[in-house]
């Protein structure tokens, strides 16, 4: 019988804390769709603060955010978008930018540290005079801190160098910030700082910071009118929405100190792991809340497995491979939630070894 849970599957997992629910309890309110809720309406004006940017507007999700924006940017169907092969527009958001908005794709390989070289950036951007044949480049995404790399941070040198080539070319940038503050402690970076170059900016409050529901995109005052009508057609435009963003508003303002406590327990917790007998992670790799680990193929033990043995003990994680899980801290994981799940990992590798009577 499971008598403690440690969910590390994702930040996304948290749950609303009585700050939380009372603030949505007490919200002040009104219809966003036929005017505007007072409480919605603060909290982008604080993102949008936050952010250095004019404007903000409230979405549902930040698949939702990332659609709107380059929709915006790229509002003649046809354009084309150069974003990471390994990023998260482009492989978990259903190709939503394809699908719904006539936008091509034009992925770049995104290196270990989440970066794109510039130069191949650059290439990839099409050449004007072929039109005839070719999609038309519109805009450039970025992704800071870069999930699928484990949570690797963007330089705030590296974006301005992004968004100086955007310039050069007549093209916007987007910066899909779902974990951007991350991003900010990490790298001891005022988060302004990191978007300055940004056209736009898909900020999400339920990954690190622990909001139950949404994100909030900023750019410029026009930018954002484009993006309320388009939050309408896609089915996003909530009424009473001031209850949902009171949370949010509690999560900016007291979630954002947590981060680095976030990120000291992922450390910890990466370095136990690989000195786990049969796991390999790159600790060096590990700069915010997510670690990507592998399990040696002579340990005799899949991830499925491994995942089942700790999914046991109340130890929940993510499958990535048949040898390659992801962990995600978060706010609501504590340092005694790390020991006990490294010692459940430690229990499920000396039971392999028992039951291969050999060591792995």
Do not use: W
């Not at 794109?116 to 970025?142: F, K, Q």
């Not at 991003?183 to 910071?209: E, F, H, I, T």
Request: with cysteine.
């Amino acid at each position: 019988m499971v008598t403690r849970t440690v969910d590390l599957r994702s930040d996304t997992v948290t749950k609303p804390t009585e700050a939380m629910r009372a603030a949505m309890a007490t919200a002040e309110v009104d219809d966003d769709v036929l005017g505007a809720d007072p409480t919605a309406v603060r909290l982008e004006s604080e993102v949008a603060t936050i952010m250095g940017k004019e404007a903000g507007l409230f979405v549902a999700s930040g698949t939702m955010g990332n659609l709107i924006s380059v929709l915006v940017h790229c509002d003649i169907r046809g354009s084309e978008v150069i974003l990471g092969d390994n990023s998260h527009i482009h492989i978990y958001e259903n190709g939503g930018i394809s699908t719904i908005g006539g936008v091509h794709p034009r992925p770049v390989k995104n290196n270990d540290d989440g970066t794109m070289d510039i130069n191949s950036i650059e290439a990839a951007i099409r050449d004007p005079r072929g039109e005839i044949v070719y999609p038309t480049t519109r805009l450039i995404c970025l992704e800071n801190s870069h999930a699928n790399t484990g949570g690797r941070c963007l330089s705030a040198e590296y974006t301005d160098k992004v968004g100086e080539l955007a310039k050069k070319h007549g093209l916007k940038l987007h910066i899909d910030g779902a974990r951007i503050f991350n991003a900010s402690v990490a790298l001891g970076v005022p988060v302004n700082r990191l978007v300055q170059a940004a056209d736009s900016v898909s900020v999400c409050l339920s990954k690190g910071l622990g909001a139950p529901v949404g994100s909030v995109i900023v750019g410029s005052k026009s930018f954002i009118s484009k993006a309320r009508i388009l939050r309408k057609t896609l089915g996003g435009g909530m009424r009473q929405l001031g209850f949902i963003c009171a949370a949010a508003f509690v999560a900016l303002k007291e979630n954002v100190t947590k981060l680095e406590g976030d990120h000291q327990k992922a450390k910890v917790l990466a370095e136990g792991l690989n000195q786990v007998k049969g796991l390999r992670v790159n600790v060096a790799a590990v700069e915010t809340n997510i670690i990507y680990f592998d399990i040696v193929e002579r340990s005799k033990i899949t991830a499925e497995k491994l995942y089942k043995n700790l999914e046991e003990h109340g130890v929940l994680v993510m499958l990535e491979g048949p040898y390659r899980m992801r962990i995600v801290l978060h706010h609501q994981i504590s340092s005694s939630d790390v020991q006990y799940t490294l010692s459940c990992f430690q229990q499920a590798f000396n039971g392999v070894q028992e039951e291969n009577g050999n060591h792995v």
